[in-house]
C-alpha cells in the first residue's frame, strides 16, 4: 500500500496499511521529500533530495545505513527489530519511532539535521509485553557475538564453493550481533592470509588489511569495501592473489566494533580507488583519514586500550579455501 507524502515545510500525516505516520519537520526548509511505508514488521522510507550538493549515502535511520542511494535519493528497506527502533506500548497503541538522520562534514555546505519517523499500529489483542525487553536499548558493553565468512556472489548467502580461480573476487561479511548494546560500526582493523589456522612467529603471511583498517590489496587490484547495509555489518570483496596456490588459505583478521561518530586515523575503513587515492568507506568526506595509509596511523586519543578490556576487538579466522590457477 502506498503512503501519500509531499515536501517537507511543517507536519506530514499519512496513514499506511493500518499504521499512523508522524512525521514531523519543524525545522526543515524545503528542499527534500520523504516517502515512509510502514509495513506489518518492516519500514521503508525513500528520501528525494533537491539540494545538488548533499551526499545521500551520510543519510542514516537509527543506525543503519542506505539500502540503496544516488545522486539525489537515499532508500532504505528495514526491519521494525533493527536500527535501533525505540518501541512504546500506550494505551491501545504499539508505537515504533526513530531518527533519519544526515551526517554532515565539517567543511560541507549542507547543516545536519535529524527528523523523527514514528510508525504507530494498533496495540494486537494477544500482545503482551517480554518481561525484561526494555522500551528503549541499553548502552552496556557486555558480550558481543561477531560473525565473518565467505559468501556468494551477491552476500545473500554463504559461498557455494572454497575454490576461488586467480583474479576472481572472493565476498566476505562481517558482523556483530548488538541487541542490547549502543550503536557499533564494524571495522576490519587487519587482515592476513596464511597456510596454518594458527598464527606462528615462522608463519608466512600475506597482508591483505593493515595499518588500522587500510585496505592494501585495493590497490593493485579490484578488492574494495562495498558499500553498507548496516552499520554492524562490512562487506569485503577480495580479488584472488599469487599466495599459496593450490594449497589451503585461511584469513586471520581482527575485527573491531566501536562508536560510529568516533572514526579516526585509527578506527576506519579505507580503500584505494583508481583516479581519486584512498577514500574511506563511512564519509567520503573525512577521506583525509586515510592519507596515513602510505606512511603510519596514529591516533591522538588514547581509546585502544579502554575498548580492548571491554571485549570490542575480536580476532577470527576465515578458511580453510584454495585459490586455484585458472589452467587448472
Same mark, same amino acid.
Given at each position: 500500500?502506498?503512503? *501519500?507524502?509531499?515536501?517537507?515545510?511543517?507536519?506530514?500525516?499519512?496513514? =499506511?496499511?493500518?499504521?499512523?505516520?508522524? /512525521?514531523?519537520?519543524?525545522?526543515?526548509?524545503?528542499?527534500?521529500?520523504?516517502?515512509?511505508?510502514?509495513?506489518?514488521?518492516? *519500514?521503508?522510507?525513500?528520501?528525494?533530495?533537491?539540494?545538488?550538493?548533499?551526499?545521500?549515502?551520510?543519510?542514516?535511520?537509527?543506525?543503519?545505513? +542506505?539500502?540503496?542511494?544516488?545522486?539525489?535519493?537515499?532508500?532504505?528497506?528495514?526491519?521494525?527489530?533493527?536500527?535501533?527502533?525505540?518501541?512504546?506500548?500506550?494505551?491501545?497503541?504499539?508505537?515504533?519511532?526513530?531518527?533519519?538522520?544526515?551526517?554532515?562534514?565539517?567543511?560541507?555546505?549542507?547543516?545536519?539535521?535529524?527528523?523523527?519517523? *514514528?510508525?504507530?499500529?494498533?496495540?494486537?489483542?494477544?500482545?503482551?509485553?517480554?518481561?525484561?525487553?526494555?522500551?528503549?536499548?541499553?548502552?552496556?558493553?557486555?558480550?558481543?557475538?561477531?560473525?565473518?565468512?565467505?559468501?556468494?556472489?551477491?552476500?545473500s548467502g554463504p559461498a557455494e564453493s572454497t575454490r576461488f580461480p586467480?583474479?576472481?573476487?572472493?565476498?566476505?561479511?562481517a558482523s556483530v550481533v548488538q541487541e542490547t548494546h549502543q550503536p557499533?560500526?564494524?571495522?576490519?582493523?587487519?587482515?592476513?592470509?596464511?597456510?596454518?589456522?594458527?598464527?606462528? +612467529?615462522?608463519?608466512?603471511?600475506?597482508?591483505?588489511?593493515?595499518?588500522?583498517?587500510?585496505?592494501?590489496?585495493?590497490?593493485?587490484?579490484?578488492?574494495?569495501?562495498?558499500?553498507?547495509?548496516?552499520? /554492524?555489518?562490512?562487506?569485503? #570483496?577480495?580479488?584472488?592473489?599469487?599466495?599459496?596456490?593450490?594449497?589451503?588459505?585461511?584469513?586471520?583478521?581482527?575485527?573491531?566494533?566501536?562508536?560510529?561518530?568516533?572514526?579516526? #586515523?585509527?578506527?576506519?575503513? =579505507?580503500?584505494? *580507488?583508481?583516479?581519486?587515492?584512498?577514500?574511506?568507506?563511512?564519509?567520503?568526506?573525512?577521506?583525509?583519514?586515510c592519507d596515513c595509509c602510505e606512511s603510519k596511523c596514529k591516533s591522538?586519543?588514547?581509546?585502544?586500550?579502554?575498548?580492548?578490556?571491554?571485549?570490542?576487538?575480536?580476532?577470527?579466522?576465515?578458511?580453510?579455501?584454495?585459490?586455484?590457477?585458472?589452467?587448472?
Amino acid at each position: 500500500m502506498h503512503c *501519500v507524502s509531499g515536501k517537507h515545510s511543517v507536519m506530514m500525516v499519512s496513514f =499506511c496499511q493500518g499504521a499512523l505516520l508522524l /512525521s514531523l519537520a519543524a525545522a526543515m526548509a524545503v528542499y527534500a521529500d520523504m516517502k515512509v511505508d510502514c509495513g506489518p514488521d518492516f *519500514v521503508t522510507l525513500m528520501w528525494t533530495e533537491s539540494r545538488p550538493q548533499a551526499d545521500t549515502s551520510l543519510l542514516r535511520l537509527g543506525n543503519c545505513f +542506505p539500502t540503496s542511494f544516488s545522486a539525489g535519493e537515499a532508500y532504505f528497506y528495514v526491519d521494525l527489530t533493527d536500527c535501533n527502533f525505540r518501541r512504546l506500548v500506550t494505551g491501545d497503541a504499539l508505537v515504533y519511532s526513530n531518527d533519519l538522520t544526515y551526517v554532515a562534514s565539517a567543511d560541507s555546505y549542507n547543516l545536519a539535521f535529524t527528523h523523527p519517523v *514514528v510508525c504507530a499500529y494498533d496495540r494486537p489483542k494477544d500482545w503482551y509485553a517480554t518481561i525484561y525487553d526494555p522500551v528503549f536499548k541499553t548502552y552496556s558493553l557486555g558480550d558481543l557475538q561477531f560473525n565473518i565468512g565467505l559468501m556468494n556472489d551477491d552476500f545473500s548467502g554463504p559461498a557455494e564453493s572454497t575454490r576461488f580461480p586467480l583474479g576472481s573476487i572472493i565476498p566476505i561479511m562481517a558482523s556483530v550481533v548488538q541487541e542490547t548494546h549502543q550503536p557499533l560500526l564494524l571495522l576490519l582493523e587487519e587482515c592476513v592470509a596464511a597456510t596454518t589456522p594458527e598464527l606462528y +612467529p615462522e608463519s608466512t603471511m600475506y597482508p591483505i588489511i593493515s595499518n588500522k583498517g587500510c585496505l592494501l590489496e585495493s590497490v593493485s587490484s579490484r578488492s574494495k569495501f562495498e558499500p553498507r547495509q548496516k552499520s /554492524s555489518e562490512i562487506r569485503l #570483496s577480495l580479488q584472488t592473489f599469487t599466495f599459496a596456490m593450490g594449497e589451503e588459505v585461511f584469513i586471520h583478521c581482527k575485527l573491531l566494533a566501536w562508536d560510529p561518530n568516533g572514526l579516526d #586515523s585509527t578506527k576506519k575503513a =579505507c580503500h584505494f *580507488v583508481e583516479g581519486h587515492g584512498w577514500e574511506l568507506l563511512d564519509n567520503l568526506a573525512q577521506s583525509n583519514l586515510c592519507d596515513c595509509c602510505e606512511s603510519k596511523c596514529k591516533s591522538r586519543r588514547q581509546r585502544s586500550v579502554a575498548s580492548e578490556k571491554h571485549g570490542m576487538v575480536h580476532k577470527a579466522v576465515i578458511g580453510p579455501f584454495t585459490i586455484t590457477d585458472l589452467n587448472s
